[in-house]
């Protein structure tokens, strides 16, 4: 079975600062991860994704995720938050020959200049 | 080259009616989903085809109906409509245990 819990459905961070957007895990296989962004009244881009190369994955827009297996983790940050950050955040989690994805309840980044 | 189209991208209709929303992906992938968001933006799986065969029909009413006339299109026909149908539709394909690309989403009114 395969899982993903998003920590804090409501992340605020000043412009500028450190984003952490938090996710975990659990798979019975080894997990495909990803990262998805949903910005006002559009479908889902995705940010990142972790396929079992490196565990430090980067992505579009300044963001990257490290792969934490002893932790089950898979959080999302960026060094400085721009006000075009804020938006809707889902991790999703997939086994490597899967067809269906589990996404989290979704994470929601204000910014705050 | 939209890789993968929603149509409409608004729908509005009264309750007890039947409406249908399309969709349609050009990246040659075998497995195509139907995600409905809530107000909250929580995403729930409906279903997902696998080079159109039903392979994921997760627990909604029967009056959602999808239909894969081809391994590119999966449409959504919805018998009935109550207010509680009153969400963000998506569309998504994907290869096999690969990201999915997702529509730009239906947002369906019911009055």
């Known amino acids: 079975a395969q899982s993903v819990t998003q920590l804090g459905s409501h992340v605020s961070v000043s412009e500028g600062a450190l984003v952490l957007l938090r996710c975990n895990y659990s798979s019975s296989v080894p997990p495909y991860l990803f990262w998805y962004v949903q910005y006002p009244n559009q479908g889902l881009q995705l940010l990142l994704k972790?396929?079992?190369?490196?565990?430090l994955v980067k992505g579009i827009n300044g963001f990257e995720a490290e792969f934490k297996k002893s932790e089950t983790s898979f959080h999302l940050t960026k060094p400085s938050a721009h006000m075009s950050d804020a938006a809707e955040y889902f991790c999703?989690?997939?086994?490597?020959?899967?067809?269906?994805?589990?996404f989290g309840t979704g994470t929601s980044l204000t910014v705050i200049p | 080259d939209t890789a993968v189209s929603q149509t409409p991208k608004y729908l509005v209709t009264q309750m007890g009616n039947d409406k249908s929303i399309k969709c349609e992906q050009n990246?040659?992938?075998?497995?195509m989903y139907w995600y409905k968001q809530d107000s909250k933006k929580f995403l729930k799986i409906m279903f997902s085809?696998?080079?159109?065969?039903?392979?994921i029909n997760e627990t909604v009413p029967n009056r959602f109906s999808p239909k894969s006339p081809d391994k590119a299109h999966l449409n959504l026909h919805i018998n009935s409509l109550e207010l509680g149908d009153s969400a963000v539709y998506f569309c998504a394909s994907s290869p096999p245990g690969n990201e999915q690309y997702f529509g730009p989403g239906t947002r369906l009114t019911v009055t």
């Open positions: 972790y396929t079992s190369a490196a565990t």
């Open positions: 085809y696998n080079n159109k065969e039903l392979i």
């Open positions: 999703a989690v997939t086994g490597n020959t899967g067809n269906q994805f589990y």
């Open positions: 990246l040659g992938h075998d497995t």
